[in-house]
């Protein structure tokens, strides 16, 4: 198949008129970016290794086929799924076939100041940058907590290293905390705080631990939340392997799910893992008390698009109805106040206005990654029946008032 080794960059010709805030940027990891500050006792614990002639993730001596390509050497290129997402495949094609030819490893991938003129060229004034392999850590170690812990504090020190965690007040990476145990929780935090980290993620799912699983709200955590509280940073809830892929693989008796993007059997498209697991993640949060107990934390969801918010609505308001005494305020309205959204392009807009203030609506362009846009300000034509007023606090003004502290 053949590779192309410049990437596509298409000009942008529209100005919007005032700065755009993009919720949803990507990172290609390199291959030392779990492993260079990885104490040397759990360096068998997660390798590179070759099968059959391919690089391949070997975590606890198992292979990780959620990322297939682990080294990212060629990837899909921008946007290029997204005929795929608007559900437009009229020829029946496969997600591979869509693809196209494959794109070689790009500077802006992996470097601060290639992506800084990328943005430029794009006319993005600011991005929050999350990781992309590390979707594997948490759902792929079990209950090994102090290897993901060590892990994920490899990846923060290798962002602080290599972008910073605000790289000329124009790209903020993530700070990745894991609820793996308080302890945990809380020295990775004072370690992202002191790098002047402006947002953290905590992946949607519940808190591993070395017993099974547990609830973000358990009040192991309230220390570590309270500490958030204070901080005046946000908490982006962004995408991830939550595990809810098992629940296909009870119905499929297969292991299709192990797979990021495995599209060889519709049931798979039916059972939406990734809107039941925010759903649940922000569920645990308001009916747990972390919502309640501390009221100056906000909120993002990142990436889990928007289907979830007419049924959470719903949810909310007849758990409310059922339980009165067992919430400290009303849940739905603490969703709405508390919690932004960054919806996919391809979901109905104006119903979603029926739901979420557009206070709380964020763009996310999910650049560079292949279900995202290869031009990010394609998503003003999503919002075209919005107000001017409304645009701008979508494209631009929520996320620059998160960034800011605003609340």
């Known amino acids: 198949m053949p590779v192309q080794t410049v990437m596509r960059r298409p000009v942008e010709t529209r100005d919007l008129g005032y700065p755009v805030y993009d919720v949803d940027g990507h990172l290609y990891e390199t291959a030392d970016t779990f492993r260079r500050h990885l104490p040397k006792k759990f360096h068998n614990a997660l390798q590179y290794v070759t099968v059959n002639g391919r690089t391949k993730l070997a975590i606890n001596g198992h292979i990780s086929e959620w990322i297939p390509n682990p080294t990212f050497e060629v990837v899909a290129a921008p946007g290029s799924h997204e005929k795929w997402f608007r559900a437009d495949n009229k020829e029946g094609l496969s997600l591979r076939e869509l693809t196209g030819d494959p794109l070689r490893f790009q500077p802006e991938f992996a470097e601060p100041e290639a992506r800084l003129k990328l943005l430029d060229e794009q006319k993005v004034h600011a991005q929050l940058i999350f990781p992309t392999l590390a979707s594997v850590v948490e759902g792929h170690m079990g209950n090994d907590i102090d290897l993901i812990a060590a892990c994920i504090h490899s990846l923060n020190a290798w962002v602080a290293d290599e972008w910073t965690y605000n790289y000329k007040d124009r790209i903020f990476p993530c700070g990745y905390v894991s609820l793996t145990s308080a302890e945990h929780a809380e020295a990775e935090l004072d370690f992202l705080l002191a790098q002047g980290t402006r947002h953290i993620l905590i992946r949607p799912a519940p808190a591993p631990s070395r017993f099974g699983p547990r609830s973000p709200g358990d009040r192991e955590f309230d220390r570590f939340w309270a500490k958030v509280n204070e901080s005046n940073i946000f908490v982006v809830l962004h995408c991830s392997d939550s595990g ?12 299709g799910g192990q797979v990021a993007f495995e599209r060889s059997d519709p049931l798979k498209l039916c059972m939406d893992g990734v809107s039941r697991a925010i759903q649940d993640m922000i569920c645990a949060l308001i009916s747990h008390g972390v919502m309640d107990r501390n009221p100056n934390i906000r909120w993002v969801s990142a990436e889990n698009g928007a289907t979830f918010v007419p049924n959470i609505t719903k949810i909310l308001k007849k758990a409310y109805g ?8 009303d849940p739905l309205e603490l969703f709405q106040e508390k919690v932004y959204v960054a919806p996919f392009y391809e979901e109905d807009f104006d119903e979603l206005k029926k739901y979420i203030s557009t206070d709380r609506l964020l763009f996310g362009s999910d650049w560079p990654h292949a279900e995202g846009v290869e031009m990010p300000l394609d998503y003003i034509d999503e919002v075209k029946n919005f107000t001017p007023e409304e645009q701008k606090k979508f494209m631009s003004s929520n996320l620059k008032g998160l960034l800011e502290g605003k609340r």
């Open 322 to 329: 059922q339980m009165p005494q067992a919430f400290a305020s």
């Open 244 to 255: 809810y892929d098992k629940i296909y693989e009870w119905w499929s008796g297969g292991m």
